[in-house]
């Protein structure tokens, strides 16, 4: 008398477990959906820590940032200690080849050979030789206008159209005994290491330079 019910409650279960794994199925699909179209629609982020103020380390930093920014990244340098020089109103940088002994010295005019030379000078040469960063510095903004690169100003001015956030170290600041009115206007905040890193830690790519 019996058997029948059983069957039904049987064939009830059969049809609840069915329905779960459809759920379930689905759920598990509208879930990836929804996690890639949060991962489409998200705006990558990027923050560099500038540390460096010679003209060379400048331009890491900047091309980086411009070119990010084009891609429609969400951009923050944060520049500290000597790097902060980088966001003066005059900037009077010049190259140092005595503290990166790897770069490579080129003369930027003359025969294509004679151009595509590098002349690996000793340190304790260039240490010596009275005015040698500033003929170094004159080769290689010759060398940059000759290859159609962009200025320091030039690319700075990039990152400013481009919203790109511009930090000033505050520590830097106070250490130096700098005036805010020595820095371009453009400076997005002033703020200290504990304030910039949370940043940094939030976003998809973080570079030190």
């Known amino acids: 008398m019996n058997a029948p019910h059983l069957q039904q409650n049987s064939d009830d279960h059969q049809e609840l477990s069915l329905s779960r794994d459809e759920l379930n199925t689905w759920f598990d699909q509208r879930f990836e959906e929804k996690i890639r179209e949060k991962e489409d629609n998200k705006t990558p982020s990027m923050s ?60 930027p005019f003359g025969p294509s050979w004679l151009q595509n030379i590098n002349m690996n000078i000793p340190n304790a040469l260039m240490g010596n030789i009275p005015g040698f960063e500033k003929m170094a510095t004159a080769m290689m903004k010759k060398t940059t206008r000759n290859k159609g690169i962009a200025s320091i100003e030039e690319l700075r001015s990039l990152c400013i159209e481009a919203e790109v956030k511009l930090v000033a170290c505050q520590m830097t600041v106070d250490m130096f005994s700098y005036n805010q009115d020595e820095f371009i206007p453009e400076i997005t905040d002033w703020i200290g290491a504990a304030s910039f890193l949370p940043v940094a830690q939030k976003s998809d790519v973080s570079l030190f330079i």
């Open 48 to 107: 560099i820590i500038a540390t460096k103020g010679t003209m060379d380390w400048a331009y890491p930093p900047f091309i980086l940032a411009s070119t990010a920014s084009a891609l429609g990244w969400d951009v923050s340098v944060f520049f500290t200690f000597y790097g902060l020089n980088l966001l003066k109103k005059d900037l009077d940088l010049e190259v140092s080849p005595l503290g990166n002994p790897a770069m490579p010295m080129k003369m």
